[in-house]
């Protein structure tokens, strides 16, 4: 391990960093949280955390490849969560509820 | 302490701050405020970044329309009362939580051990000069892929609507 001091230079590293805790997060609010529409809020978290490391990794190598990446995740996110939410809305319409338990209903 | 390195560490902080908002907050609405919150600084962290046409990108298609679509569903619920908020059981909690720590730790591990990579970023490039060549990428090497996400835009917005007229799917009562 390289002893630089992290408080006195800002690197690559600490963008990576940054966006694998805030991927952790979100990855544990899908593991944690009953509510759908939390649960894919959470999934919205995982994706900008990816974005993060892409623009970081698009900067320090002076490549431009990262931010079109970055495009494409923007859109398929915001299609994700249009279907997600559609879906939220039917089983509302269903069950009377969004938590997770709805699966329970599921069994053939 | 220079204003780059107080800006990321300020930045850096209110946005897992607020992302771990998200996820500990039990009133599905604060947990869309601290959505959009996170939202923004993440665009911030994207301007920081030099990127300063997806961060603002990123505010108006999150912080605008994304959160502006949850908001509106949340809306159409009444989720006052909200039964249980986290998932039972604090042993398969504890160990979920292990999990989620463990990853965290391997990937800041394999960060600190990894020698750079990449060298220093160059001079800054001027904002319009930068949109200039993110969009003759766009339309030069990844032609496919953004013809190829006008199409999935297409059947999306299709699959939506026939999602939202349905009523009740294959197994409806009628």
Redesign the interface.
């Known amino acids: ?2 002893s630089i001091d992290i ?12 966006s ?3 991927f ?6 899908v ?5 759908i ?2 649960l ?3 999934i ?2 995982m994706l ?1 955390a990816v ?2 490391s892409f ?8 490549q ?2 990262g ?2 990446l ?3 995740v ?6 994700e ?3 997600g ?6 089983i ?1 319409k ?1 069950y009377k ?5 709805f699966f329970e209903h599921l069994k053939g | ?1 220079t204003a ?2 107080f800006l ?2 300020l930045l ?1 902080s209110v ?2 701050l607020s ?2 908002g ?2 500990l907050v039990s009133n ?1 609405i604060y ?2 405020l601290c ?1 959009a919150m ?2 923004v600084g ?1 665009s911030a ?2 301007a920081t ?3 300063y ?2 961060a603002g ?2 505010m108006i ?2 912080a605008g ?2 959160m502006v ?2 908001v509106m ?2 809306m ?2 009444d ?1 006052k009362t ?6 039972r059981g604090r042993i398969s ?1 504890a160990i ?2 292990a ?3 463990l ?2 730790g391997l ?2 591990g394999t ?3 990894t ?8 001079t800054k490039e001027k904002a319009g000069h ?1 949109a200039k ?2 969009g003759e ?2 339309f030069t ?2 032609v496919f ?1 953004f013809e190829a ?1 006008g199409v ?2 297409l059947i ?1 917005a299709i ?2 609507v026939g ?2 007229r ?1 009523k ?2 294959t197994h409806a009562k009628h």
């Open positions: 391990m390289q408080f006195g230079q800002i690197g690559l590293n600490h963008y990576l960093i940054l694998a805790l805030l952790v997060t979100g990855m544990a609010g593991l944690l949280r009953r509510n529409i939390v894919l809020m959470s919205e978290l900008n974005n993060i623009i970081a990794f698009g900067k320090y190598m002076n431009l490849d931010q079109i970055v495009f494409f923007m859109t398929i996110a915001a299609a969560a249009a279907v939410l559609a879906i939220a809305v039917n509302f269903r509820e969004v938590n997770i338990r | 302490m780059d390195i990321f560490w850096a946005t897992l992302g771990v998200v996820v599905p947990s869309a959505l996170t939202m993440v962290i994207f970044l030099g990127a046409f997806i990108v990123q298609v999150y329309a994304v679509l949850f569903v949340l159409l619920f989720l909200e039964i249980a908020t986290f998932s909690g979920k939580i999990i989620v720590g990853l965290a990937i800041a960060f600190a051990m020698t750079t990579i990449a060298g220093k970023p160059e930068a060549s993110l990428l766009l090497k990844y892929g996400l999935l835009l999306i699959g939506v999602l939202a349905s009740g799917g």
